[in-house]
């Protein structure tokens, strides 16, 4: 069985930071790309930032210069550097991994998620 493990959210005051780690466990054959999302309240969950197995980095515009996704795929795990942060940055953060397991093949997988927030 797969599981994604997150663990750094926490509450901080505007202009802080914070740090997010996830960590990938089970039958993983591969990780074809691994990052995070998410979901403030009343709103859809979004893409914040992902890596893929070559190392390349996407993130949304929202947080382009504040944050910087790290990890390596091969290793697992996935980390989230938050700088500058800002109360529109609240919500429930979701580590995401698409990954090749054991049992079913290419699949996405989410985290339990674990809640930023920030205040003003």
């Known amino acids: 069985q797969v599981q994604l493990v997150e663990s750094g959210g926490g509450w901080v005051q505007a202009g802080g930071s914070l740090r997010l780690s996830c960590a990938a466990s089970?039958?993983?054959?591969?990780?074809?790309?691994m990052g995070w999302y998410r979901q403030a309240p009343g709103k859809q969950r979004e893409l914040v930032a992902s890596?893929?197995?070559?190392?390349?980095?996407a993130y949304a515009a929202s947080v382009q210069g504040r944050c910087t996704v790290s990890g390596d795929t091969a290793k697992k795990m996935v980390n989230l550097q938050m700088n500058s942060l800002k109360p529109e940055d609240t919500a429930v953060y979701y580590c995401?991994?698409?990954?090749?397991?054991?049992?079913?093949?290419?699949?996405?997988?989410w985290g339990q998620g674990t809640q930023v927030t920030v205040s003003s």
């Open positions: 890596i893929t197995s070559d190392g390349s980095t």
């Open positions: 995401n991994a698409d990954l090749y397991s054991g049992t079913r093949g290419l699949y996405e997988y």
């Open positions: 089970g039958r993983i054959l591969s990780i074809k790309n």
